[in-house]
């Protein structure tokens, strides 16, 4: 199990493409809903229309690619007037990208 888990995308809220900058959490904040319950998250809000893309990463020095979690590029665009997305641990396949 990581100690850390980070998301890293194309928009400030997300690094700005810096890897290990932005990280998640698995302590019943910051998004997270249970604490210690191995679903890494984080909550951010976006303008509606704006396309994220991002990756996760299982932690490392800030800006220094150690690390993939998973191997492929997501990407999200922002449908709802009010723009709110969660992000979760694609380790746990019942939790996903969630827009709220």
């Given amino acids: ?15 700005n493409l810096v890897l290990n900058k932005v990280a998640m959490y698995d302590d019943g904040t910051h998004g997270d809903q249970t604490a210690r319950d191995h679903v890494w998250s984080y909550s951010a809000t976006f303008a509606p229309g ?18 993939l979690d998973v191997p492929h590029i997501r990407v999200s ?8 997305k969660s992000f979760t641990d694609p380790s746990n396949p019942s939790e996903n990208l969630h827009a709220r």
Wanted: net charge positive; no cysteine.
């Fill in 77 to 84: 665009r922002s449908k709802l007037k009010t723009a709110s």
């Fill in 1 to 15: 199990m990581p100690k850390a888990m980070y998301i890293v995308g194309n928009h400030p809220k997300l690094g």
């Fill in 50 to 67: 704006t396309k994220l893309s991002y990756i996760y990463t299982d932690s490392g020095e800030e800006g220094k690619w150690e690390g």
